[in-house]
């Protein structure tokens, strides 16, 4: 029961950095209806900023930490000027594919950078490790948690309780409406891009103090997939909740059945529930129902 419960304990804290992803994929969903197929270069490029910021250029760690989720927030901005804004108005498949050939591009950017060695990554955070009894959790997952979890609270926070937050809300449900109210819908599309900039960027600088960063870091950009499929497009809860799921059904995996001689499986676990969970709930399990007469 301790090992169950210690690795439980781990896959919380690996999908609380999930769900930080998820997020950034839902609040662009909500507002537009199109998927961002470049999550995963977003959070390479907010990685890498921060590298440039506190281990080249010598920042201290409490100013590099939020100058590179700004200079993140940055990036989402110039992106939405780029590709979304001359598509407002045009069909959200037009900006999904968009984003997948943007991906590409800025995949290319990086690599041709920073190239495609690896990094030594290590922000060197106090040490949190909890010790007891026979439990034992890391000290970088432990940050990895808390960091996300603040930033997804502070994400909630700002949607639900400001009035920029409205604004988002309210483009989320009509754009059309919006416009004819007075809301400025292309500034908040912008806003909308740099908020899940932001939390990318945040979720790359987590994932890299793992141990290494490198272009190929991208692949767990992935990981988000699952989780808002699981949790449903359109939901802020179902992004917490996946996230959890998926983060804990890794670790089980991973404990429980790589070592039966499955080596791998845990890559694959989060996809097979993911079926499992579309064949009941189509909408994932918070998504929103919709109902299409033909």
């Known amino acids: 029961m301790t090992g169950l419960l210690q690795t439980l304990g781990t896959g919380i804290l690996i ?3 999930y769900a930080l992803m998820g997020l950034s994929i839902v609040i662009i969903f909500k507002a537009s209806e199109a998927f961002n197929f470049a999550i995963g270069e977003f959070l390479i ?7 440039v910021l506190h281990f080249d250029l010598k920042f201290p760690l409490l100013v590099a930490l939020p100058l590179g989720i700004l200079c993140s927030a940055l990036v989402g901005v110039i992106f939405d000027w780029i590709a979304i804004k001359p598509l407002l108005g045009q069909s959200p498949i037009s900006m999904t594919i968009v984003s997948l050939g943007m991906g590409y591009i800025m995949r290319a950017v990086v690599e041709f950078i920073w190239g495609s060695q690896s990094y030594a990554f290590a922000l060197g955070l106090p040490d949190i490790t909890v010790e007891s009894g026979d439990f ?3 000290s970088d997952p432990m940050w990895a948690g808390i960091v996300s979890l603040v930033t997804f609270s502070i994400i909630t926070f700002f949607i639900f309780r400001t009035r920029w937050g409205l604004a988002i809300r309210a483009t989320s449900e009509n754009q ?4 004819a109210y007075g809301i400025n819908v292309r500034f908040v599309m912008t806003i909308v891009w740099a908020i899940s900039a932001a939390c990318i960027g ?19 950009g992935m990981r988000a997939i699952p989780v808002i499929l699981i949790g449903g497009m359109d939901s802020i809860v179902g992004a917490l909740v996946g996230g ?12 429980y059945i790589e070592p039966m001689g499955l080596i791998g499986f845990k890559d694959v676990a989060p996809y097979i529930l993911l079926l499992l969970v579309l064949m009941i709930r ?5 998504g929103t129902v919709r109902i299409e007469r033909v």
């Open 15 to 17: 999908g609380l950095v």
């Open 45 to 51: 490029i907010g990685a890498f900023l921060f590298y």
């Open 136 to 138: 034992f959790f890391l």
């Open 176 to 179: 059309s409406k919006s416009i």
């Open 202 to 220: 945040a979720t790359g600088i987590m994932i890299s103090n793992f141990g290494a960063l490198a272009a190929s870091t991208s692949i767990v």
């Open 244 to 255: 959890i799921i998926v983060g804990v059904v890794e670790a089980l995996a991973g404990a």
């Open 282 to 286: 189509p909408y994932g399990l918070f």
